[in-house]
């Protein structure tokens, strides 16, 4: 099956100078099934039109491709569509998470964002393997309430380290971030030891699940995270998209960020009142082609089965280790049993961009630099890594051309 | 190999890579001359020079530099500190400007190596996009530094 399934990624025959494309940089972006490129394209040829407005024939279609996005993607993480709110990308979602507390926690939203509002008797906690994306916006939060901020250590494995959860996370702890993949190690995080933690000390909890979502089966109400983020792009789905979840409950009471045209009830001189979830988010005119063909990339998604497209990623990350392994002079970053088909690593003597530039030479596409994630990088007393990414289109001969890519990199550049 | 790479990682470019001229700790408050210093970051890949100028009595410019980046980035932080050693003021602003109008000619200059020097076989990286940046880092530090000797001097 998965062999077959490669075929519906027309980009992966493009060949890169003279050889052929193994494409491992999905951690960054995914590339796209046609089914998801004809939805794009047929939105604009056949139903194009201003959404939740206008009664028209196209309108109508318009909005149903709109709204089929939510339930499509509530089916896939749980939840109904109502808890499905579309922001630009997982770093917006993540600022409207936290730059909603910070309204909250200056006077915004009334009594119900009570609960939301941070100030110098509370903590803050992240982990130090996050993404940028995951860490500034709540530095920014400590910043603006004085809240402390604080952080899990990571192992020389490459895991949280546990040891201190209890005294990390703590009666002053309002919020816990984290991720529940490492976008640089791969690591799977044990997400319900984490959110018991954060129940017991009456934490809200945001989940990071950029990096989960497509590459395994996730369902938020299971895991009882109280936020989620992550992106269309890295799900098979296009750029310009990325999606909010949470409780219905949390999400009604957390004030907005983006104000305007297309999320309020109703809009006097002076003042507004605001609609409830999903459109409290959602102000002004949003990406409806993008939803369309996001849609289409989830039932794709759905229909492959995330808990074999997850099998199947293990299996590469497998073949990719034990390869690795054998190559002298290549420190792999963390070593969790527990992952997908991410693997970072650090070649002696030869700097990241300098490996990427190699591979790319012979069509492999790997991503070199701090992925976003300077502080893990810092870490393991490194600047830059290079990460090979996996999915569900790529196979075990795209994981032997990036080895026998890899295994040339310190001759060619002439390190013993 | 692709020429590509070859035109790229010329060997001058690996060799100053592996032996950089220039790279030692900084002399910061304590350089006798006029001197200035600069701190740049490749914020994309994490590419980091700290570079400091002194301008000499020979009328020469002292560079030393530590960073930590790619093959690139280092090589020409090397080769700059290398011309640097031979050249007036004058001299070294008018190789950064040929250097500079080098590295955005996406390949269609030819390089002058009468007064380039090694500098000229940073060629290939213009064909690079990804990679102008590397090649750049330690020349913004260069002339940010310079610039600052040069306002002490006449302080």
Redesign the interface.
């Known amino acids: 099956m998965f062999s077959r399934l490669r075929n519906d990624f027309p980009i992966l025959d493009t060949r890169v100078?003279?050889s052929a494309l193994s494409y491992l940089d999905s951690g960054a972006t995914s590339q796209k099934p046609q089914c998801v490129i004809d939805t794009f394209t047929e939105y604009f040829q056949q139903r194009n039109a201003a959404v939740h407005r206008g009664a028209h024939t196209l309108a109508v279609m318009a909005t149903d491709a709109f709204e089929s996005g939510r339930e499509a993607v509530s089916n896939l993480v749980g939840g109904v569509p109502e808890q499905v709110c579309w922001t630009k990308n997982a770093t917006e979602a993540l600022n409207v998470v936290a730059l909603g507390m910070d309204r909250a926690s200056h006077g915004f939203g009334g009594e119900s964002a009570g609960r939301f509002a941070l100030g110098p008797d509370d903590s803050i906690v992240v982990t130090e393997m996050e993404h940028h994306a995951n860490l500034v916006p709540w530095q920014q939060l400590a910043q603006s309430t004085g809240a402390q901020l604080r952080w899990i250590p990571v192992t020389d494995s490459g895991e949280l380290d546990l040891s201190d959860l209890s005294s990390i996370v703590d009666e002053t702890t309002k919020v816990f971030a984290f991720t529940h993949v490492s976008n640089v190690l791969g690591t799977i995080n044990p997400v319900k030891i984490l959110v018991a933690r954060a129940r017991e000390v009456g934490a809200f909890v945001v989940l990071d699940a950029c990096q989960s979502v497509p590459h395994m089966p996730v369902n938020f109400v299971d895991l009882d995270v109280d936020f989620a983020a992550f992106s269309a792009h890295k799900a098979l789905g296009p750029t310009g998209l990325g999606v909010l979840w949470g409780k219905s409950e949390l999400l009604n009471s957390l004030p907005p960020v983006l104000t305007g045209g297309s999320m309020i009830t109703t809009v006097t001189m002076d003042k507004s009142e605001f609609m409830d979830a999903p459109q409290r988010f959602e102000a002004g005119t949003q990406p409806v082609a993008e939803v369309a063909a996001f849609a289409t990339a989830v039932n794709y998604l759905a229909e492959v089965g995330l808990d074999r497209i997850f099998d199947h990623e293990r299996e590469l990350a497998r073949v990719l280790l034990d390869g690795v392994a054998q190559i002298p002079g290549i420190r792999v970053l963390g070593a969790a049993k527990d992952r997908i088909g991410t693997v970072a690593f650090d070649v002696e003597g030869?700097?990241?961009?300098?490996v990427g530039?190699?591979l790319d030479?012979q069509g492999v596409a790997v991503r070199?630099?701090?992925h976003c994630a300077?502080p893990l990088?810092r870490r393991y007393g490194v600047?830059?890594s290079t990460r090979a990414s996996t999915y569900l289109y790529n196979n075990v001969e795209d994981c032997e051309r990036f080895l026998a890519a890899l295994a040339e990199v310190r001759p060619?550049?002439?390190v013993q | 190999?692709?020429t590509?790479?070859q035109q790229?990682?010329q060997q001058v470019i690996?060799d100053h890579s592996?032996s950089r001229i220039g790279n030692q700790a900084l002399l910061r408050d304590d350089a006798t001359g006029a001197h200035g210093f600069s701190h740049q970051v490749n914020p994309?890949?994490?590419?980091?020079i700290e570079l400091e100028t002194e301008l000499l009595d020979d009328g020469t410019i002292a560079v030393r530099w530590t960073g930590?980046?790619?093959?690139?980035s280092?090589a020409s932080a090397s080769v700059l500190s290398e011309l640097a050693t031979e050249a007036s003021v004058a001299d070294m602003l008018d190789i950064e400007a040929k250097f500079h109008e080098l590295m955005h000619s996406r390949g269609t200059l030819e390089a002058d190596e009468e007064i380039l020097g090694d500098a000229a076989a940073f060629t290939g990286v213009s064909k690079?996009p990804a990679?102008i940046k590397?090649a750049l880092l330690s020349w913004v530090a260069f002339k940010d530094a310079l610039n600052q000797a040069q306002t002490s001097l006449e302080e």
């Open positions: 100078g003279e030869v700097h990241a961009h300098d530039q190699y030479s070199v630099g701090h300077q990088h600047t830059a060619f550049f002439g | 190999m692709s590509q790479m790229l990682y690996l592996r994309t890949c994490g590419d980091e930590d980046g790619c093959s690139i280092m690079f990679r590397c």
